[in-house]
C-alpha cells in the first residue's frame, strides 16, 4: 500500500517566496461563501467517517448551487467552494497546496505542477509512530483510514483513481531522498519546469 506523505518540513513560503495553503482553503471559502468555516471543518471531518464515497460519485465540474438551494450545504458545494477559491488563487499568485484534489480542479493550467509523495506502508506507519506518539498497530490502522478516505475523497470528486502517478507530473519515493532531499527535488523541478513553461 502507498501513501501520499508530506515530506517537506522546509517552509514552501520561505524557500520558494510563496503561500503556502492546506486548511487555510476552509476558511477562505467560507469567506466567498458566506458558511462558517466551521460548518466546513465539520464536513471535512464527517466525511472522513462517512461510506459516502464508497456508494456514490459526483465529480466536480465547476457549478456552484445557489444559496436557494436544499443542496446548497452539502459537501459538493462546500468542496466547489474550495476549487473556486484554488482557481481565484491561482489567477492571481503562485502557492502550494496539499490536498483537496487541486491536481484535478487545476488540470487545465499550463502553470500547474501536480507532485505525488509516496513511501510504503511501514515506513509511513514509523513516521506516524514518531508524529503522533502511536504504537505500532494504532499508527497501522491511522495510515490505512487516511488512505481510504483519501482514495475516496478523489474518486468521488475526480473520478480518478488517487495513486493513479499518470496524474502527476513528478512522483518520488520520499524514502530514497529522505524529506530535505525530496525537498530539493521538488525545488529543482520547479525551477526546470519554468524555464520551460514561465509562471
Request: aromatic share 12%; charged share 30%; net charge positive.
Amino acid at each position: 500500500m502507498r501513501r501520499r506523505s508530506n515530506p517537506n518540513r522546509q517552509n514552501p513560503r520561505k524557500n520558494l517566496g510563496v503561500h503556502f495553503y492546506n486548511r487555510e482553503l476552509l476558511r477562505l471559502a467560507s469567506d466567498d461563501s458566506g458558511i462558517s468555516e466551521e460548518l466546513f471543518a465539520k464536513v471535512d471531518e464527517e466525511t472522513k467517517k462517512s461510506l459516502l464515497y464508497r456508494v456514490s460519485r459526483k465529480v466536480y465540474d465547476g457549478t456552484i448551487i445557489p444559496p436557494e438551494s436544499d443542496n446548497f450545504l452539502s459537501n459538493e458545494n462546500l468542496f466547489n467552494y474550495q476549487a473556486k477559491v484554488l482557481n481565484e488563487l491561482a489567477n492571481r499568485e503562485s502557492f502550494v497546496v496539499v490536498g483537496r484534489a487541486a491536481n484535478f480542479v487545476l488540470r487545465d493550467r499550463p502553470n500547474v505542477i501536480a507532485v505525488y509523495l509516496y513511501a510504503s506502508e511501514e515506513i509511513c506507519v514509523r513516521h506516524q509512530m514518531d508524529l503522533m506518539n502511536f504504537s505500532y498497530d494504532e499508527a497501522a490502522h491511522y495510515v490505512k483510514k487516511q488512505n481510504k478516505y483519501r482514495r475516496g475523497y478523489c474518486a468521488h470528486h475526480t473520478g480518478q483513481i488517487w495513486e493513479d502517478m499518470r496524474n502527476y507530473a513528478l512522483c518520488v519515493d520520499t524514502n530514497e531522498l529522505g524529506y530535505e532531499g525530496t525537498a530539493k527535488l521538488i525545488e529543482d523541478f520547479l525551477m526546470k519546469r519554468m524555464e520551460r513553461i514561465p509562471f
